[in-house]
């Protein structure tokens, strides 16, 4: 189940309740349902193991890309490319030098048009640019997940609708 916790204004967390990965496969698909998506940048916090390149790969595959899904643990970035739509998957983990961020050729990637999804922000030393939506996952004692939505910009408030949307649904449906 997408369980939603609450409903604010604008700007402050909203939170939803990721039983298992088909919670997170339903709500990745709600996420890639709205068109303001192709130009975002989105933050995924949280720690090893939270489930953030899961949502990811639910995401991608849920946009048509249907090969697979590397973490980008090692390459820091992976691209993907459908017709009309760039997209990079960033992973900074082992991002060990900051300052290489304009050399790699980064700064442009985030300059250019696309959707730009980012796992360990903080670990880009401040280089990134402001996000549209900053999702945090965070592992429960039973292992559900639950995931923080903090939306930064009108795209993000609009990721954010489509999520809550799709939460709505579900805990009508049932
Ligand atoms: N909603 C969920 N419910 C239960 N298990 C999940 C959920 N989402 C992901 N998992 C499980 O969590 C594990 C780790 O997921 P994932 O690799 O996506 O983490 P990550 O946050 O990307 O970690 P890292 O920081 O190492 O990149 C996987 O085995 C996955 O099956
Ligand atoms: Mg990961």
Known sequence: MIENFGRHHAGIV???????????ARLAVALAGEPALCSAVIELRGELGAGKTTLVRYLLQALGITGRIKSPTYAVVEPYELPGLHIWHFDFYRFADPGEFADAGFRDIFASPGLKLVEWPQQAGGYLPRADLVLELTVQLDERRQI?????SAIGVALCSRALAASTNLDSAT
């Open 148 to 152: 923080g939505l903090t939306p930064q």
């Open 14 to 24: 909203e939170t939803l309740s990721l039983d298992d990965e088909s919670a997170t």
